[in-house]
Each structure stands twice: as structure tokens, then as C-alpha cells.
């Protein structure tokens, strides 16, 4: 459900790789925001205050990274991000930057582990109180971020419906809706919500391991060994267009190809060889 290269039937938006979608106006370091929450005078007075003092936009309470992994995107998936990007820099008045990993896959999920330790790493060094890691097939509501922000939890996703209908035999897929929060072992990284801070203990090397980009399991133990565990939301829900990437599938279908084209060769071998004792019988 990350990148996995292109795939006929996706859409390649050029204009978003490499770039950033930010909610800044031209012109200003902080912009004229709608305060639709409590406290509008006062938290527009921070706002000028910040701006006058000349602090980054994104030094902000709530203020969110949100990476991309890759820039291949199913349609309709781009539009949908986009859209709750939108939606909370206009309703929440939350800084929000989004931005297109670039696509390090020579072989299918071989580079995740160095996209999303990109990610945060940059979150990181850029003052964000947030990351959120997208997959380029998911199809959140424009609320779904604030959402999980108002949570206030170190590691928090949503409930995910894939849109064939099928769970897939993920439990993280098998939640019922609107029962508030379920701590989990572990949770799907198609659309999660992190706080930087869990990742400051790696602040200089790499957490998330190549060879297991994409196995939650083992990532989500060493996160709890650091005391934090995800949580599931079951109160939003985002629907996911593809179906779900197993850890090493690609890897297993290979070696399974290799061994069934080994017992034809063998086969063939022996056919070739019992033909050939009969001939000469």
C-alpha cells in the first residue's frame, strides 16, 4: 500500500514530487487564519505576536509534517490529501506541510525504510510537533487529521476499510466504529499519526530497517520498548484503495517461482532422460 513504483492505472503528479503544499499566504511568514475554535482574539493575538518576533510558522502548537511515501498515487487519493490539508489549516487553524517522498523503491518496498527515516528525520530538524506518513492509495475525510490530533496520543491511526470490503485477515482492518480508542500491538502505516518526539532517540541513526520496511510488527516492538504503543481511533475512519502488502510477499512469490521453475527443469530432466533409456532400449 506504499510505494511500490509505477503501476499502470496510477496517476503520476508530477507537480507534487519534489514540492510542498504549505498553508502559508505569499507575502507573510504567518497568515490571516479563520479561528473557528474557542479563544479567536486571543490565539490571533499569539499569531501576530509570533509573526512580529519574526518565529517560523511551523514552530506551532499542532503544527504536522505529512510525507507522502512516494508520489504515485491511486486516483482520487492525491485530491483526498489534499483536501484535508486544506481543511485543517482552514477549521483547525493548524500549520500543515505536505511533501512527496521521492520513490527510493528499486525493487518493490526495498526503500522504505530510508523514505520514512527521511520523514521524520526531517520533522525533526524542522520543529514539527507532528508527522503524519500517507500512502499514496488512501481516501481519508477532510476532518480525519484533526481528528486524531485532538487525541493528544503519541501514536494514534484510524480505523482502515479497504475498498474491496474485505479485512484481509488484519485486525487492525476488524474494529468497530465509533468505540472510542483501542491500544494496539501494532497498526498498519498506511495513515498514522506520530508525535516527533517518539523518534528523538533516533534522532541520528535510522529506526525503520530497509529489510523490514514494511513489517509493523518488529517497528511497533521497538517502539515499545521506548514506552510508546499505537492506538486505533475508532471513532475516524480512512478507506484504503488497494489491498494490503504483507511483509516479504514479494520476496516469497520469488523464491516460490524459483522453486516451481527448478521441478518443471527437473521434471524435464528426468522426461528427457527416461526417453532417451527407452530410445536406446
Known amino acids: 500500500m506504499a510505494s511500490k513504483g509505477r503501476k499502470l492505472g496510477q496517476s503520476n503528479h508530477a507537480e507534487a514530487a519534489g514540492k510542498e503544499v504549505t498553508g502559508e499566504r505569499s507575502g507573510s511568514i504567518l497568515p490571516a487564519m479563520h479561528f473557528s475554535r474557542a479563544e479567536t482574539q486571543h490565539q490571533a493575538h499569539l499569531w501576530d505576536l509570533r ?7 511551523h514552530i506551532t502548537p499542532g503544527a504536522t509534517l505529512i510525507a507522502a511515501m512516494g508520489n504515485y498515487w491511486h486516483p482520487g487519493s492525491f485530491e483526498a490529501v489534499m483536501a484535508m490539508v486544506q481543511h485543517t489549516w482552514d477549521e483547525g487553524g493548524i500549520f500543515v506541510r505536505f511533501y512527496s517522498e521521492q520513490d527510493r523503491c528499486y525493487e518493490p518496498y526495498d526503500g522504505l525504510g530510508t ?3 527521511l520523514a521524520y528525520m526531517r520533522a ?5 510537533e507532528y508527522l503524519l506518513y500517507v500512502d499514496n492509495d488512501v481516501l481519508p475525510q477532510p476532518d480525519a487529521l484533526l481528528k486524531l490530533q485532538s487525541r493528544y496520543l503519541s501514536v494514534v491511526a484510524p480505523v482502515l476499510r479497504f475498498s474491496d470490503g ?5 485486525r487492525h482492518a476488524k474494529f468497530t466504529q465509533n468505540e472510542g480508542l483501542v491500544i494496539c500491538h501494532s497498526v498498519l502505516l498506511s495513515f498514522v499519526l506520530f508525535r516527533t518526539e517518539v523518534f528523538l532517540p533516533w534522532a541520528l541513526m535510522p529506526f525503520w530497517d530497509n529489510a523490514r520496511g ?3 510488527e518488529y517497528h511497533f516492538e521497538r517502539l515499545a520498548l521506548a514506552g510508546h504503543h499505537p492506538f486505533v481511533d475508532t471513532d475516524v475512519t480512512v478507506t484504503v484503495a488497494n489491498p494490503p502488502h504483507f511483509p516479504f510477499d514479494h520476496i516469497k512469490r520469488s523464491w516460490d517461482d524459483l ?3 527448478d521441478a518443471i527443469q527437473s521434471w524435464r530432466q528426468r522426461e528427457a532422460k527416461d ?3 527407452k530410445t536406446s532400449g
Open 51 to 57: 509573526a512580529k518576533i519574526g518565529l517560523p510558522a
Open 115 to 117: 523514505m520514512r527515516n
Open 124 to 128: 525533526i530538524r524542522e520543529g514539527f
Open 166 to 170: 474485505k479485512d484481509y485477515g488484519i
Open 214 to 216: 514494511s513489517d509493523e
Open 259 to 261: 522453486a516451481q521453475k
Open 275 to 277: 526417453g532417451a533409456g
